[in-house]
C-alpha cells in the first residue's frame, strides 16, 4: 500500500537508509545520519511526490516510492524511484509499487513521460524497472567526486511514454 509520509515514518526511513545492501549503489553502502535523515523527511519525504510504502499484512514501513519532476527536466517529463527494505526484496513489491505510481503519473498528472536511473551494474533494480514496462534508453557516465564500486561501468537509464503506455493498457484490458 502507498501512503502520504508522516514523521512517524522517520525511524523506518533511518533503518532503511542504514542498510548496506539498501545503499549499496547509491553510496557504497554508508550509512545516513538521524539528523540527515530528518532533513531529507522534512525537505522531501513530506512533500509531494513521494509515498511510504506499508505492507498490508503487517502495517509495518517497507520503504519508499518517489515520482516527481526532475529540475533538469521538462515539467511533464516524471523521475521514478522506489527503495525498499531488503527483507522485502523479491516480492513483487518494487514492480508493483511502480506499476501503480506510473498509472497515476499517465491517469492523473499530466505526465507524458516516465523514466528511471540506476548503476549500469544495479541488475535488480533494472529488472523492476524492465517489468514496470519501462524500456532501455542509454548507457551514460557521471563524474562522480567519490565513485562506488560499479561507477566505472555507468549509469542506464529506462523510460516510458504516455503513447506507450495507452498502447499496452489498450492490449491488456482489451
Do not use: C
Request: glycine share 10%; charged share 35%.
Amino acid at each position: 500500500m502507498l501512503r502520504r509520509f508522516t514523521h512517524a515514518d522517520v525511524e523506518g526511513l533511518f533503518s532503511l537508509h542504514n542498510d548496506p545492501e539498501v545503499m549499496r549503489f547509491l553510496n557504497g553502502g554508508r550509512g545516513t545520519s538521524r539528523r540527515e535523515i530528518e532533513r531529507e523527511y522534512r525537505e522531501g519525504f513530506a512533500k509531494d511526490g513521494y509515498w511510504a510504502a506499508i505492507e498490508r499484512a503487517t502495517d509495518d514501513f517497507i520503504g519508499w516510492f518517489g515520482l516527481h519532476p526532475r529540475e533538469d527536466r521538462g515539467s511533464h517529463e516524471f523521475e521514478l524511484g522506489y527503495r525498499i527494505r531488503r527483507s522485502t526484496w523479491g516480492k513483487g513489491y518494487a514492480t508493483e509499487g511502480s506499476r501503480a505510481l506510473i498509472r497515476k503519473g499517465f491517469t492523473e498528472l499530466g505526465v507524458r513521460r516516465v523514466f528511471a536511473e540506476t548503476m549500469a551494474v544495479n541488475l535488480a533494480s533494472r529488472r523492476v524497472m524492465e517489468k514496470s514496462g519501462l524500456e532501455y534508453i542509454r548507457t551514460f557516465h557521471v563524474d562522480w567526486s567519490d565513485p562506488i564500486a560499479g561507477a566505472e561501468q555507468g549509469e542506464v537509464e529506462y523510460a516510458l511514454s504516455r503513447a506507450a503506455w495507452e498502447r499496452h493498457e489498450a492490449e491488456v484490458r482489451p
